[in-house]
């Protein structure tokens, strides 16, 4: 897929206050080196920010997982199709995935996963997961049979979503 980029002025407009907030948050101890900016059709800044994960003892609280839900919270809605990411650093598979739930299409990002890497952030367990070629981090563990409690939540749900 090929993107017309965004001019220069308007990605300084959002990779400017994700830089600014993460700094600032990296300097009180807050998270790590990444921030992020979401950013609606119109345009409009929802959210710019950085990472939480020290702040809130939150191993998910990446810049662009809290993007997400941050605003999702404020625009109360679960789909964000119309929001466009600029993340300071490429968003690791996580982030990835979250943004992909939000129906996010476009993310725009400056430094890399092997940025990251080389300052001691490496997501390289999570892609090589993901892409089969090292699964021995997380064993997963399908139970073919009894488990009948969990069938049951399909049932439920069913039976619930019958009614509406
Ligand atoms: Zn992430």
């Excluded at 994700?18 to 979401?38: I, Q």
């Excluded at 404020?74 to 690791?92: F, G, R």
């Excluded at 990251?116 to 997963?140: C, K, P, V």
């Amino acid at each position: 897929m090929t993107h017309t980029l965004p001019s220069a002025e308007v990605l300084d407009g959002y990779f400017g206050p994700a830089v600014e907030v993460t700094l600032a948050g990296m300097r009180a101890g807050d998270g790590g080196p990444f921030g992020a900016t979401l950013v609606n059709s119109e345009g409009e800044i929802v959210v710019a920010l950085g990472n939480t994960v020290l702040r809130e003892t939150d191993i998910s609280g990446h810049a662009e997982m809290v993007a997400v839900r941050e605003a999702c919270k404020k625009l109360n809605t679960l789909d964000l199709s119309d929001c466009v990411m600029y993340a300071t650093c490429e968003p690791c598979p996580m982030c990835v995935a979250v943004m992909m739930w939000a129906g996010i299409k476009t993310c725009y990002y400056a430094s890399t996963h092997v940025d990251a890497g080389d300052n001691g952030f490496s997501d390289m367990h999570l892609r090589n997961y993901l892409d089969g070629s090292d699964t021995s981090t997380l064993d997963m563990v399908h139970l073919g049979e009894g488990r009948e409690d969990c069938a049951s939540i399909w049932t439920e749900f069913q039976a619930l979503n019958a009614q509406n």
